[in-house]
């Protein structure tokens, strides 16, 4: 069975700081997504990295994937309160289904 | 563009009771997925279709689940009847193409058996 270890599971920081999340697998996949998700929404889905070692950012929000695309990280730089929420990882198997991890609860405190 | 809506968005229901969730997927998404969060667990699988046709349903717990997606536009996902273990949020979500691209998610069916 493929798992996804996602860590932490919970991180209260205060505003300006910065924050890494974790999400790690002993299995490969074709490529891993990073959602976030609001309470009472589903999932918005924030980005896809597809190459190992690839590096995507997206405002303070930076995405790596592992070079062999078996674990990926969440880099957020000087940390805001709008980005308080449940960060939520996701590798693509090769049956095209979604493995996710069991997320990050994300506090940001003013 | 209207997204991907779940209906109802909260349901209590008494074991062994039926219940009946509803996807409607983004108009033009051929691919369907139907997705399961039980409290404290991580998001799993239940199942796939590709238009009306069921393209993998190896997620699904058992046959107490039935999925269904009439003329490949709604889905329906009934679990009759319904166990305790059932108690969770329902996801369903649709894209254009395979994984790869962007899948939208609705915001989630959560049901409780009591």
């Known amino acids: 069975t493929q798992l996804l270890e996602q860590s932490p599971q919970f991180l209260s920081i205060q505003e300006g700081e910065n924050l890494t999340v974790y999400c790690n697998s002993s299995s490969v996949f074709s490529s891993l997504q990073w959602y976030r998700q609001e309470p009472g929404e589903g999932p918005v889905l924030l980005v896809t990295?597809?190459?190992g070692g690839e590096v995507k950012k997206l405002k303070r929000l930076t995405f790596q994937f592992g070079d062999a695309r078996k674990d990926s990280s969440l880099h957020i730089t000087a940390a805001q309160p709008g980005d308080t929420g449940l960060y939520l990882c996701a590798g693509l198997d090769s049956n095209y289904q979604l493995i996710w991890g069991a997320g990050t609860k994300l506090i940001i405190k003013p | 563009e209207a997204g991907v809506t779940q209906f109802p968005s909260h349901s209590v229901i008494e074991k062994g009771q039926t219940v009946t969730l509803r996807c409607d997927p983004i108009?033009?998404?051929?691919?369907l997925y139907w997705y399961r969060r039980v409290m404290g667990k991580e998001i799993k699988f239940l199942l796939h279709?590709?238009?009306?046709?069921?393209?993998?349903e190896s997620g699904m717990p058992n046959n107490r689940f039935l999925a269904e997606r009439t003329g490949g536009t709604y889905s329906t996902l009934k679990v009759q009847p319904a166990e305790l273990e059932d108690s969770g949020v329902y996801f369903c979500a649709s894209s254009r193409t395979l994984w790869g691209t962007e899948a939208f998610f609705g915001q989630g069916t959560r049901l409780t058996v009591v």
């Open positions: 990295v597809v190459t």
């Open positions: 279709f590709v238009k009306e046709s069921k393209q993998d």
């Open positions: 108009s033009g998404h051929d691919n």
